[in-house]
């Protein structure tokens, strides 16, 4: 398992540069943006696809292949194989046969991001992708709304507005998030500020919404559960009688929550997305 640059080919070890020499096949996610990586390092292996279309087909052949002795090795088209990327097929039924698995580590935009987004990292959720669909993707943010650990998202470039504008609205327009673009590439970006700051921001400029993106956001406050669950149950009452921001002042008063979460909350259970 090999990783490679995510951009900057500084990055790239001298022990993949060898191992992708080294072995009889290389198994790319796609290989003619692959082609390019192996021409720059001078690696002649040949190559074959495997990407998520293909890998259940594809894992048998390649599995007789790495029984018969022959070394073969996996890589993405970006970073460490398997992480939001193809291979964890491939992985598994090796070692179910007792093939050895070896990891050459490098590049992830995932570490990379954490390492400098000034959240806390001793405990971190990897989301990798949101549904692509809105109402799948309201309804796990929904679910990860109170999660307490820093969460790590990838998103898309035509999705990153939208996303972020979901973020505001589940989360809470003041929860602390970095966005992280174009991670060890020339227009590398990291910007942190709050889930509104950061709306703003993408909305006003496009060039934001552009190349290859990580979304970081601060754990909900400790009791946060908690208090979502009962600041659910008094919004529903108040809201019954009150306009939503009067409701939500209110709730943040009986309840001790955040008057901008609850606001936020307000409003999404007259939408009828909590």
């Keep these: 398992m ?50 998520a279309v293909n890998e259940q087909d594809r894992a048998d052949a390649l599995l007789q292949r790495l029984l018969s002795g022959k070394d073969v090795a996996i890589v993405s088209d970006a970073g460490t194989p398997l992480i939001s990327d193809p291979g964890f097929a491939l992985v598994r039924i090796a070692r179910a046969a007792g093939v050895t698995v070896v990891p050459v580590p490098g590049p992830s935009a995932l570490t990379c991001a954490l390492s400098v987004a000034g959240l806390p990292t001793d405990r971190f959720v990897f989301e990798g ?83 290859e993106l990580v979304i970081l956001l601060h754990g909900a406050a400790p009791g946060a559960e908690e208090a979502g669950v009962e600041g659910k149950r008094v919004l529903r009452i108040l809201l019954a009688e009150l306009p939503v921001r009067q409701a939500a002042s209110l709730a943040a008063q009986i309840t001790g929550a955040g008057r901008n979460d609850l606001y936020q909350l307000a409003l999404a259970l007259q939408r009828g997305d909590a």
């Excluded at 990055?11 to 720059?40: C, F, K, P």
């Design 129 to 211: 992708f949101l549904p692509a669909k809105a109402g799948l993707r309201r309804r796990r943010l929904r679910e990860l709304a109170e999660e307490p650990r820093t969460l790590v998202l990838y998103e898309a470039p035509h999705r990153i507005l939208h996303t972020l504008e979901d973020l505001a609205a589940i989360f809470g327009e003041q929860r602390q998030a970095v966005l992280a673009r174009e991670l060890t590439k020339a227009f590398e970006t990291v910007r942190s500020g709050t889930l509104a700051e950061l709306v703003a921001w993408v909305g006003q400029d496009r060039d934001q919404q552009r190349g």
């Design 2 to 51: 090999v990783a490679t640059p995510i951009g900057n080919l500084g990055d790239m070890s001298q022990r993949a540069v060898a191992t992708l020499r080294a072995v009889t096949l290389i198994a790319a996610e796609d290989t003619r943006h692959s082609r390019h990586l192996l021409h720059h390092f001078g690696v002649a292996t040949p190559t074959v696809s495997l990407h």
